[in-house]
């Protein structure tokens, strides 16, 4: 019953590595989103999709980047990954129709060495 | 710009003692508002939304419009409540493509 599927629950990387977090979702959901979570910080947004080839900046985009080339992966790039990079990332998508409701998958902890 | 504040990072309360985790938010429209919940090793997920007036799990929200407050409730607190609660809002009810903005969360622990 798992709808939002994050590639890798943990992943440990070196200072100017080149980070892939992939996400894919099976609800047919227009909208999707990159968060991170830290300890006292919340959710904060990185990117968002409106639509397949589409993204918006959210509040903290810097040092990363998104692709969205189907309507069911959104690719969250960390292009040199740095130590304050480390956190939990979430994925999200919601759809146009009925509830406004994100439904999350299950995070990827990425720590930086 | 919107804003939702927890004024809480840490509740703690006794198992059967009542609950309430504060949400204030700033927004001059009619917002949606929810709270999400996160428990230990899950994914966070819905919990309730104002919109549907439901009681989920004994907890209940009420928006007050008034002093823009969408503080979440129960009368009872039970172990398994233990969590981290977020509360979010979004501008509208059909927001089409703007992203929910979430408060910094709220851990709540239930002492046995």
Not at chain 1, 63 to 83: P, Q
Not at chain 2, 66 to 84: I, N, R, V, W
Request: glycine fraction near 8%.
């Amino acid at each position: 019953d798992v709808k939002v599927t994050q590639s890798s629950r943990y992943l440990v990387k070196r200072t100017g590595e080149k980070v892939f977090l992939e996400c894919v979702q099976d609800m047919d959901h227009e909208n999707m989103f990159w968060y991170r979570q830290d300890p006292g910080l919340g959710l904060r947004l990185i990117y968002f999709s409106y639509d397949v080839k589409m993204k918006e900046k959210g509040d903290i985009p810097e040092g990363y980047s998104v692709s969205r080339e189907k309507k069911e992966r959104f690719s969250l790039i960390l292009e040199s990954a740095s130590t304050n990079q480390t956190s939990m990332y979430l994925c999200a998508s919601r759809g146009w129709s009925g509830a406004n409701v994100l439904t999350f998958g299950a995070g990827s902890r990425l720590t930086v060495l | 710009a919107q804003r939702v504040t927890q004024p809480e990072k840490l509740l703690s309360v006794f198992k059967g003692a009542p609950v309430e985790l504060k949400c204030n938010y700033s927004y001059s429209g009619s917002p949606e508002l929810f709270w999400y919940v996160q428990y230990s090793r899950q994914r966070l997920q819905l919990l309730l939304r104002h919109i549907s007036r439901e009681s989920i799990k004994g907890f209940t929200a009420d928006l007050n419009k008034g002093e823009t407050s969408f503080h979440l409730k129960k009368p009872f607190a039970q172990e398994e409540d233990s969590a981290m609660y977020y509360c979010a809002l979004s501008p509208s009810a059909n927001s089409g493509n703007t992203p929910l903005v979430f408060g910094k969360g709220t851990r709540l622990s239930v002492i046995a």
